[in-house]
């Protein structure tokens, strides 16, 4: 099994423990951030087990019906988690605003307190666990994973304050006013992580750093006269390429082969955790009408 694909069993499990600890307590409770955390933990547990069969997808081989893989399954998914997020932000805002209309108490607060001391802890080692498969695998999906899970440290880090000063001073607005500081932050954190799912699915060029690093390493080819059409983009974690290489007319093509060869084998070099694919087509003079190189 995958280190990517551990990581959402892992955080499936994890999410549907703090579930059940948080909607037994904050049932009894009537603490609305406690129930919205529950529920939170909920779509966390349905995010984490939709994004390990993402990972199944997007890891099987190119074949005959798709040719070049599932990759932008993470994208799909990285896209889907970000609404999620947002939907539950928008959900925890109204259920904050409702109860300070209302002017609903917190009871049972010593319980409320232990589990989510329980839930910061546990969320916190996770959170820890996924930047570590993140950064190992720069895996969008467990980026999404960990930004999810990033935000829950933060809100149940919150809740657990507020509570807090529930129990020392009885200002029960104080559990509202959290709610919906804790779903301004959901909402906002999430702007990112839609944003690049939809970029990706949209086949948008790879970074601006990347791409100069692409073209230094093209025009450190001495006998490359210019290049042009050059396209990049990003399925999964492979990295794609497209260039023409513009040579002299009197140049032999085992020649011009031999340099491209250099080049296809110098570009992966910007990124090693990627898979890179890269596809260049040799020009004996510039054919390109819109040239800027």
């Known amino acids: 099994m995958s280190l990517t694909k551990l990581a959402t069993i892992i955080s499936s499990l994890t999410a549907f423990l703090l579930m059940l600890l948080k ?27 939709f ?24 994208a799909i998914a990285a ?28 009871s049972y607060l010593g319980i409320s307190i232990i589990v989510m001391i329980i839930s910061v802890i ?15 695998t720069d895996n969008l999906v467990i980026k999404a994973d960990a930004l999810h899970y990033k935000t829950d440290l933060f809100s149940n880090s919150a809740i657990l304050i507020g509570l807090g000063v ?7 607005y104080i ?3 959290l709610g919906i500081v804790i779903a301004i932050y959901i909402i906002y954190s999430a702007y990112e992580l839609v944003k690049k799912g939809f970029l990706l699915l949209l086949d948008v060029a790879l970074d601006s750093e990347e791409v100069q690093k692409i073209e230094n390493i093209i025009i450190s080819q001495n006998l ?30 085992v020649d011009a082969h031999k340099i491209s060869d250099i080049i296809e084998n110098e570009i992966p070099k910007i990124d090693k955790k990627s898979i890179w694919s890269i596809s260049v087509h040799l020009d004996p003079y510039n054919d390109c009408v819109k040239c800027v190189n």
């Open 23 to 49: 909607f037994f307590v904050g049932f009894f409770s009537g603490s609305i951030a406690v129930l919205s955390s529950a529920i939170d933990s909920f779509l966390d547990m349905f995010v984490s087990v």
């Open 51 to 74: 994004n390990y069969f993402a990972l199944h997808n997007s890891e099987k081989d190119p074949d005959d019906r798709f040719n070049y893989g599932r990759g932008k399954v993470e």
């Open 79 to 106: 896209l889907f988690e970000g609404l999620i997020i947002t939907l539950s932000g928008i959900y925890i805002f109204y259920e904050s605003v409702y109860k300070i209309i209302n002017k609903e108490a917190v």
């Open 122 to 136: 546990i969320t916190f080692m996770l959170v820890a666990f996924l930047n570590y498969v993140a950064k190992k």
């Open 166 to 172: 529930i129990y020392f001073t009885s200002y029960h």
């Open 175 to 177: 559990d509202s006013i």
């Open 224 to 253: 490359v006269t210019s290049f042009h059409e050059l396209r990049t983009r990003q399925s999964g974690n492979t990295k794609y390429v497209e260039v023409h290489l513009v040579f002299n007319p009197d140049i032999k093509l």
